[in-house]
């Protein structure tokens, strides 16, 4: 299983980023996503998840209302819209998959390597 994350960048508070994780070596459209972040000299956090089907959908109360999951089963990817960011939101962002389908849990199972956004105020 490999997982390609994109997308990070440097942005002021209060602008936006999308990421992107590209899923490949495996049947993406049956797995629970996604995205944990760690933030320097912090240990790795839930962000968001979202189910096989993209009907569920679980967030972090710190990104709720700001952040949104989404997925494209036909494109084995899965997407981060991140708005209103603030400088606490910097971070390395990882994907995963998950070890529920349906979010019955958010475990890893498999990450990938990490994008980095930084957010400046």
């Known amino acids: 299983v490999q997982l390609q994350a994109s997308g990070g960048g440097s942005v002021q508070a209060g602008e936006s980023l999308t990421l992107s994780c590209a899923a490949s070596g495996l049947t993406f459209r049956n797995y629970g996503m996604g995205w944990f972040r760690q933030a320097p000299g912090k240990g790795r956090e839930f962000v968001t998840a979202?189910?096989?089907?993209?009907?569920?959908?679980k967030y972090a109360d710190s990104v709720e209302d700001r952040f949104t999951i989404s997925r494209d089963n036909a494109k084995s990817t899965v997407f981060l819209q991140m708005n209103s960011l603030k400088p606490d939101d910097t971070a390395v962002y990882y994907c995963a998959v998950l070890r529920s389908n349906e979010l019955r849990s958010t475990e890893g199972v498999y990450w990938g390597q990490g994008t980095l956004v930084t957010v400046s105020s």
């Open positions: 979202i189910s096989w089907s993209g009907g569920g959908v």
